[in-house]
């Protein structure tokens, strides 16, 4: 079963606006993780925030996490066509298990 | 450094065949992790090891089995595919901590 839920499931921008994909969760957390895959290969790990945490920068990316509302959010700014891609959040609760999300599907139009 | 490595890319078995998916981590990286995500969902946890150790199941069938050998390579089997077995099988890997590193992935067709 998924642990987290993303929203939207699809998303289609214009290169150059931001994107922004927000996660919701059910159980306590140690951390949070978001990933990219391109054409259902391999995942690429973007960033970790840690349940004491709340927000994290990264480049283009800026990750949000409210844990009292279980819920996180990944902003991608200035996007670019090679940001096209599906992005997964992934919980990490007891032990090294991940518990990924539905993922939401990005589409930057040059 | 090379990342990790899954074999083989593809696969097609028929229904009740058995298959074997094998993953080498990450040089160093002593913890392997197994994946299935069926088209269209995230990927659903199938088993962990941490020195040859089984660390973590999820919920599949004891149709699926793994093992870890002495240099921490890994395989996953399956036995009597079923249609829904088809996916793709993810390997990843870490050094113990927080972060785990994908390989690029095993896509099994069950016909």
């Known amino acids: 079963s998924q642990q987290g839920e993303e929203d939207p499931q699809a998303l289609s921008i214009q290169e150059g606006e931001n994107a922004t994909m927000n996660c919701s969760y059910k159980?306590?957390?140690?951390?949070l993780q978001w990933y990219r895959q391109n054409s259902g290969r391999g995942l690429v790990h973007l960033i970790l925030?840690?349940?004491?945490?709340r927000e994290k920068h990264s480049g283009r990316l800026r990750v949000t996490l409210d844990t009292s509302k279980k819920s996180s959010s990944l902003l991608i700014t200035a996007s670019r066509a090679a940001d096209t891609a599906s992005y997964f959040c992934?919980?990490?609760?007891?032990?090294?298990?991940?518990?990924f999300g539905g993922g939401t599907r990005l589409m930057v139009k040059p | 450094d090379t990342g990790v490595t899954q074999s083989p890319t593809h696969l097609i078995k028929t229904r009740g065949q058995q298959v074997t998916l094998r993953c080498s981590p990450i040089?160093?990286?002593?913890?392997v992790s197994w994946y299935q995500q069926v088209l269209g969902q995230g990927p659903q946890f199938i088993f962990q090891?941490?020195?040859?150790?089984?660390?973590g199941r999820g919920n599949f069938p004891d149709r699926f089995s793994a093992r870890q050998f002495p240099n921490y390579s890994s395989e996953l089997n399956v036995n009597a595919l079923l249609l829904g077995d088809s996916a793709l099988y993810l390997c990843?890997?870490?050094?113990?901590?927080?972060?785990?590193?994908f390989g690029p992935g095993t896509r099994l067709l069950v016909l």
């Open positions: 990843a890997s870490s050094y113990g901590g927080e972060t785990q590193y």
């Open positions: 925030i840690r349940s004491n945490e």
């Open positions: 992934a919980t990490r609760s007891a032990g090294n298990m991940l518990t």
């Open positions: 159980t306590s957390i140690n951390n």
């Open positions: 090891y941490y020195e040859k150790e089984e660390r």
């Open positions: 040089s160093g990286h002593k913890s």
